[in-house]
């Protein structure tokens, strides 16, 4: 039996529903207040913020709008910081780690603010999310930890102990060992968000131009002249929103984040009944193996479509798919004879201590590296770096106080994940 449906998609699932926007035709302008390079999340809620404010602003993408990241992800939705506090605390200090835990607060909640007051069609939902001990130590620790009450529970997302034995009330499997469900992690459609974002920020009379790619930028007069693939235009304030497609143009940046690439496959529809015993809660599901795994039903509650990070070397989504089918499997022994209709990529960015950075370097904003979890943190930390171009105070946040890190040897060619992702898988199959 094949393992593809005869009309098997390499592009993202989502662009089914939210086909890609048409190219746009505008010309370029001569000059513009802000060019905000990037159009995922990023970008445009940067651009919402300045067009806005009344500031001429000008989107770029080398690809057509919303491309990267922000139209092919998982749609996963949590507060996403992945420091553990007292590390967090020892570098930055107590109260500046309490703020920056809870910015990840703050982002979830943007999610939902942004929902309500933008009408946005997107499927949002709080699903809630089940995290799976993959074995019984984790399970143990787990426990533990939720023992251990302090005064820093604030901080934390809300969540409650799934005994071993109740595990098929969440999802139907008996791989896992129990574990754990967060209410408040929510759900959405990328490709539908990332189209919203595009309208609102047309509305607010931001200009966006796609396959226009940026391919160099000087000083000038002040501001910055900017060259791209259909010509120049002037700015005063240029905002980097590119995270893991940053590069050569921005060496410094390149420096500081490590590209991922993160797959995904779709499986073909499946009967309603099956999803009903695979997916009974409809949570989205992430689990404790070191290598990330991610998956959930489509908003439609038609499909699984199952992500994480297989790739040895990167790139192919048709050689990624079939360990993805092979580790969906795993879980779902139910799915051995499921097709795969859509399998994609994309390349998250990672950063050496795990946060995302926000600031200004060289006279130019930027706001990158969100370590995977990017669906609330870069809306939010987006629309901070809007509000910072326009001098609002609102802009302000206790990320941009935390140094930008690279590490000596490091040029933006990640020689390191092959072996770790080797060690990671090895790991895993361990009762550690
Ligand atoms: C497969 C996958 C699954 C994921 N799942 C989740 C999830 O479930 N939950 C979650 O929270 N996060 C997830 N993420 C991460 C999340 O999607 C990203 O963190 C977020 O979308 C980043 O948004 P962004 O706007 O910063 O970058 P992007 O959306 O990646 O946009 C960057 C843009 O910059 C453009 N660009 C680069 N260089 C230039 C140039 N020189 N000129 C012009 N344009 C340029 C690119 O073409 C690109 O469109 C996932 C990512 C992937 C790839």
Redesign the pocket.
């Known amino acids: 039996m094949g393992l593809f449906t005869s009309d098997i998609k390499t592009q ?1 699932y989502w662009w089914d529903d939210a086909p890609r926007p048409d190219p746009e035709t505008q010309t370029l302008p001569k000059a513009a207040d802000v060019v905000i ?9 940067a651009a919402i913020e300045t067009a806005r404010a009344g500031r001429s602003t000008l989107v ?19 507060n ?1 910081l992945k420091p553990e506090f007292a590390p967090l605390a020892k570098r930055i200090g107590t109260e500046a780690a309490k703020g920056v835990l809870q910015e990840g607060l703050n982002a979830l909640n943007y999610i939902d603010q942004l929902v309500k007051h933008e009408n946005l069609d997107i499927d949002w939902t709080r699903s809630g999310r089940f995290y799976g001990a993959h074995n019984a130590r984790q399970f143990k620790l787990m426990v533990k930890y939720k023992e251990q009450k302090d005064e820093l529970d604030y901080l934390k997302l809300p969540y409650f102990i799934v005994d071993p034995k109740d595990t098929r009330q969440e999802i139907g499997t008996d791989f896992y060992h129990g574990g754990k469900v967060y209410p408040d992690v929510g ?1 959405l459609h ?1 490709g539908k968000y ?1 189209l919203e974002l595009l309208r609102i920020a047309r509305e607010a009379g931001a200009q966006t131009i796609g396959n ?4 160099d930028i000087k000083k000038h007069n002040g501001g910055f002249l900017i060259t ?2 259909s010509g120049q235009v002037i700015a005063d304030d240029v905002v980097i ?7 050569k ?2 060496p410094w940046l390149k420096r500081r984040v490590i590209p991922i ?4 496959i779709a499986t073909e529809p499946l009967p309603l009944e099956l999803m009903d015993e695979l997916l009974p809660t409809r949570r ?1 599901i992430v689990d404790s193996r070191s290598l990330v795994y ?1 998956y ?1 039903a489509c908003p439609q509650h038609k499909r699984i479509l199952y ?1 994480g990070r297989v790739a040895l070397s990167e790139g192919d989504p048709m050689k990624s798919a079939p360990i993805l089918h092979q580790r969906m499997c795993e879980v779902f022994p139910q799915l051995k004879t499921t097709k795969i209709s859509h399998t ?6 990672f950063t050496f201590d795990t946060m995302p950075h926000i600031g200004k370097h060289d006279g130019m904003y930027f ?2 590296g ?10 939010y930390f ?1 629309r901070k770096i809007g509000l910072q171009v326009i001098g609002n105070k609102e802009g302000e946040t206790p990320l941009a106080n935390v140094k930008f890190q690279s590490r000596p040897y490091y040029n933006g060619k990640p020689w390191f994940l092959a072996p770790s992702i080797a060690v990671y898988q090895l790991r895993d199959k361990l009762p550690i």
Request: charged fraction near 10%; glycine fraction near 20%.
């Open positions: 993202p390079i990037g159009s995922g999340y990023t970008g445009l809620n770029l993408d080398k690809e057509t709008i919303g491309w990267g990241c922000s139209s092919r992800n998982g749609g996963h939705v949590s996403s759900a990328p990332s226009c790619e940026v391919t791209t693939a929103a590119t995270n893991g497609y940053t590069g143009l921005f690439g993160s797959y995904i989205v991610y959930r992500g994609w990529m994309g390349y998250v960015a706001c990158m969100y370590c995977g979890s990017g669906v609330s943190l870069a809306s987006g």
